[in-house]
């Protein structure tokens, strides 16, 4: 049968109807029309900068790289000012110069930035006897790019620029499986082994030497309410890994004041909404006869 093309009066009717239906979303300071895809290319670029003989990108493995470096700064001087809520559009306004000054600060931070991220890769390669070598951890493993993505947009949340950083880690999430909110804390020689299905959440503190393995959720226990039935923001709502942890996969552990004390090993597929002291080795067996003499008679 054929089809009957829709008029123009259709067409325009529609595109209303489409305007209309999102119209309180341009009140809304996050609404931004952000293209994905330059903010894609330009994490493969700092991450070429960082590791040019490992990752492939508009970097040059050897020779000069400050006019490459110069022109990443300009491109994260533009995606900085595309989000500001006091974006103007002009080149020689106040808030782009605002946005170049955070852009240069976040550069000067790299060296740091790389240093971190070879202790993880380090961690990777004692942690994994799969591992060959730490070039081959930097160019493949999915738990160290999605971990080097949120320190490099962690930097940027701290700096309280809007949006860049969530679309950064989000971008890594839709590569590997691995969300990490790029508020959480994460010390150095961290290490996700495998990674799918793992979500860091954005007040989760971890500490030095740690590892997971898939499907580890350090979540949320609940979400606290004010008077009116309205989430309260910016309370502690994820756990705390001290340090020389390892959390096996499937493990859930929630909640703001759960606490892992150092030196503990959670086994996998076991649920945790309370802490557990240093040296602590928990398993599913564990839990359930914890729960047991928890329970009234």
Known sequence: MAKTPMSVPDLERLAQ?????????????????IRREPIRQFLQDIVSLLFPHCVSGSAPANGDL??????????????????????????????????????????????????????DADAAYEGDPAAKSRAEIISTYPGFFATLVYR??????????PLLPRMMTELAHSETGIDIHPGAKIGRYFFIDHGTGVVIGETTEIGDRVTLYQGVTLGALNFPHDGDGRIIRGTK???????????????SILGGATIIGHDSVIGGNVWLTDGVPPFSKVTTKSTIALRTRQEPV
């Open 17 to 33: 109807e489409l305007r209309a239906g999102v119209q309180g979303l341009a009140d809304d300071d996050a609404a931004r029309p």
């Open 66 to 119: 400050t006019a490459a470096t110069g022109q990443l700064v300009d491109r994260l001087t533009d995606f900085i000012h595309d989000v500001s809520p006091h974006r103007c559009g002009q080149r020689d306004c106040p808030e782009v110069g605002a946005a170049r000054d955070t852009a240069e600060r976040f550069f000067q931070m790299l060296p740091n930035v790389q240093k971190e991220a070879l202790t």
């Open 237 to 251: 709502r994820h756990p705390t890994i001290e340090h020389d942890v390892v959390i096996y996969s499937e493990a």
């Open 152 to 161: 490099l947009a962690h930097r940027l949340h701290r700096m309280e620029v």
